[in-house]
């Protein structure tokens, strides 16, 4: 795989640090990366999206979600069922347990976790607080606040 060096762009830019390790920890681990349980991403529309999971043979409690700022972790647990183990004369049904971690945006939340028919559905939303929605500034005539301040601080003409 192609390395990329990211320090000519950490040396100009402030602010950037997670989403650079980000690019060079992910770059790291598709070297090497499991691609089990296979997953969908989607974008529903500007601020929704999906995660769906392939999960088949896995009951909703043996799968835990845990979302924390900036990071969903999935993690699906499978006992070892040693009982039934030599009734198989093949076994094309991967049962072994699993972690998939996923990096979240800023204020993207999960809404939602479905599980029916071997998918796991995770529905995610970004919700920006107001403060940091973007505000229209109403323009106003007349002088600045700081002159109208600084003219009555001068003394008056007899």
Not at 11 to 23: A, H, Q
Not at 53 to 80: C, H, M, P, S
Not at 139 to 158: H, N, W, Y
């Amino acid at each position: 795989m192609r390395q990329f060096d990211l320090t000519p762009f950490r040396r100009s830019t402030v602010g950037f640090d997670r989403l650079f390790d980000m690019l060079e920890t992910s770059a790291r681990q598709a070297a090497g990366a499991d691609n089990y349980p296979p997953f969908n991403l989607e974008r529903i529309d500007g601020d929704r999206y999906r995660i769906t999971i392939a999960v088949a043979g896995f009951g909703r409690d043996e799968i835990e979600i845990t979302a924390q700022q900036n990071l969903l972790q999935v993690k699906g647990n499978k006992a070892a069922n040693e009982a039934s183990a030599g009734a198989f004369l093949h076994i094309g049904i991967a049962n072994r347990s699993f972690e998939r971690r996923f990096e979240l945006a800023d204020f993207v939340r999960v809404e939602d976790a479905r599980l029916n028919d071997g998918l796991l559905t995770i529905e995610l939303v970004r919700e920006v607080p107001e403060a940091m929605k973007p505000k229209t500034v109403a323009i106003k005539t007349g002088a600045p606040l700081a002159a109208v301040e600084d003219r009555s601080d001068e003394p008056q003409a007899a």
